[in-house]
């Protein structure tokens, strides 16, 4: 139990590494403003981020705000996509907020990701054909070994997936959770590739998506579990 959690005060109870447990009392630097959470680095431990997240609504009930917090859920998320062979940041724990109207409700902590882009940013900025292809190749392999898994994204989308020294994906701000049916599967399936025309709007052209495709069913088909989504493409 802890009284303050950086600029959060009141009552914290922490799932963590006790390793983190002394850093967390030193000074709380601003790394970045959202409009649903914020994240802060560490002083003490400058390669450690904490992401605190704001409530959608007050008040929250028990069950949302302490068993399935965002930070819990990202936390197994993470776990999730690794075990699959997918990047996500490295995690070492989270906690809740035992007040019922804190400005904040929960925390995770996590490593920063060196030299982290978004693909959102990438795919309006890039004009090179070739790493644009390269990308929608990535995107298309991480997007099939996910469905593959058998693992569907609440929230998979170009500004959740970072693109790494254009040679790599890394996923964040992870709501991972594993399809019971085969109809959620495809239901989850349809959900993220409406979440990537929304966010990417104009940025990826047309001829894009018809290659980003192609590639996309031909990566569906080396999974099993993922070949009932490929008449989805």
Request: charged share 25%.
């Amino acid at each position: 139990m802890r009284t303050a959690m950086g600029p959060a005060r009141g009552p914290w109870r922490l799932r963590i590494d006790p390793a983190l447990l002394r850093p967390l009392v030193g000074d709380w630097q601003t790394f970045k403003q959202g409009p649903h959470s914020a994240l802060f680095r560490l002083a003490d431990t400058p390669s450690i981020l904490a992401k605190l997240a704001r409530p959608r609504s007050q008040p929250r009930d028990s069950f949302r705000k302490y068993v399935n917090a965002q930070a819990r859920r990202e936390y197994a998320s993470a776990y999730r996509l690794q075990a699959a062979g997918l990047a996500a940041p490295r995690v070492y724990g989270w906690g809740v907020s035992l007040s019922p109207f804190a400005g904040y409700e929960s925390v995770l902590f996590m490593a920063e990701i060196p030299d982290y882009r978004s693909s959102l940013v990438f795919v309006r900025e890039c004009s090179d054909h070739a790493a644009r292809c390269l990308f929608f190749e990535h995107l298309a392999a991480n997007m099939a070994r996910l469905h593959g898994h058998g693992l569907i994204h609440k929230d998979g989308h170009f500004d959740n997936i970072g693109w790494i020294g254009q040679q790599s994906l890394v996923w964040i701000d992870n709501d991972i959770r594993r399809a019971a049916r085969p109809a959620a599967l495809r239901a989850g399936f349809r959900h993220m590739q409406r979440m990537l025309r929304s966010t990417a709007r104009d940025a990826v052209r047309p001829r894009e998506w018809l290659y980003f495709n192609d590639c996309l069913r031909r990566e569906l088909a080396r999974w099993p579990k993922a070949r009932i989504l490929i008449d989805e493409v």
